[in-house]
């Protein structure tokens, strides 16, 4: 089993940063792919972020210039520092990772639970 956890989520003023962390734990092989997805109420989640077990980045348009991904691959941590951060930034922010719990086996997605980002005008 692999869980992965959030931290970092909160209240802060528009103009302001916050860093998020997840880290991956539980039986754990390799990892490949991490990403940060965000999601509001009623809405699909949408892609944030990712990053691969090599360091190739991608970010989505609406965070290009302000929000950096990078990860610890010894601590199996994957983070988003988000600066600038404005009001359409509110939303639940997940974490996900491509995870083999075996050499041989199956890469299998698994999501974090969640943390609440919240950016007051």
């Known amino acids: 089993q692999v869980q992965l956890v959030e931290s970092g989520g909160g209240l802060v003023q528009a103009g302001g940063s916050l860093r998020l962390s997840c880290a991956a734990s539980g039986s754990i092989f390799s990892i490949n792919a991490m990403g940060w997805y965000r999601q509001a109420p009623g809405n699909q989640r949408e892609l944030v972020a990712t990053?691969?077990?090599?360091?190739?980045?991608y970010y989505a348009d609406s965070v290009k210039g302000r929000f950096t991904i990078s990860r610890d691959n010894a601590k199996n941590t994957v983070y988003l520092q988000m600066n600038v951060l404005n009001p359409e930034d509110t939303d639940v922010y997940y974490c996900?990772?491509?995870?083999?719990?075996?050499?041989?086996?199956?890469?299998?997605?698994?999501w974090g639970q969640g943390t609440q980002v919240t950016v007051s005008s």
């Open positions: 996900n990772a491509g995870v083999k719990t075996t050499r041989w086996g199956p890469l299998n997605v698994y």
């Open positions: 990053i691969t077990s090599g360091g190739s980045t």
